[in-house]
């Protein structure tokens, strides 16, 4: 099967045209998910699918997962988050203003990719912003790549990020969970290319360097993987679909104002 791809703005993952997920099958399928992968994330325009045939299609990726302290759509949808923003919201959006990788202060079964659906879209505002760690790395000069050989790094959901939530997590009358804390490698290998795995929002310390380089290290890359070269910022059009695999793919929210937005958000492992 071949489906009509085009990539994003600098090279971030690529749209997927003429597609419909109604009319979905297991070739459709098997051709999405090598596309996810190589790609990293991919862009479906225009969907607007019921609950159902987007918990579907959900379950061809992957299997779907109970988010932690979010509930579910409803009982037959406890996979589907519903992602709420109200006109007289006033603090930042959910993971907002830091690049991060959903989970990455879970240990090796995190869940490995995130799927939102656009329900109520604000016109000219609320883009979600996509970096591209196989790019990131891919630019990196071959010193930093012979440097982070075989680094690791702590991540936390107390991390840089954890402000935004705890102040979300306030606002939705959720009683905030202990933090949690995970290590990884860095530097991942996903379809057969390395990637950068560093989430800024959720990084605290790099490990396996050289002690005295550590710091200078984590900041090098947190600034490089921000840089506009590798950033798309997806305009977001009512009944999108947005797919990406948390282990190539770093995205945070942009700041809405004054306005409602809905989400409906699958995580997949
Ligand atoms: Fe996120």
Redo the contacts with the bound molecule.
Sequence with gaps: MNLSISPGKNNVGAYINNINLRSLNQDLATEIKKILNQYGVIFIKEQNLDPETYQNFAKTIGQPVVYPRLKGLDEKFPFINVIERKPDDKNLSF?SSWL?Q?TSYLSNDRPRY?MLMGKEIPAGQGNTIFSSGFNAYDKLPDDIKEKIKGATAVFSSAGPIAVTRLEREKEMGIKSSESMEAEHPIVITVDGKKTLYVSPGHLMKIKNVKEDEAEYLKNYLVDHVNKEEFIFSYEWTKGDICLWDNLSIL??ASEIKNCRRVMHRITIK
Excluded: K
Aim: charged share 15%; net charge negative.
């Design positions: 993971g991060h959903d995130t995205h945070m």
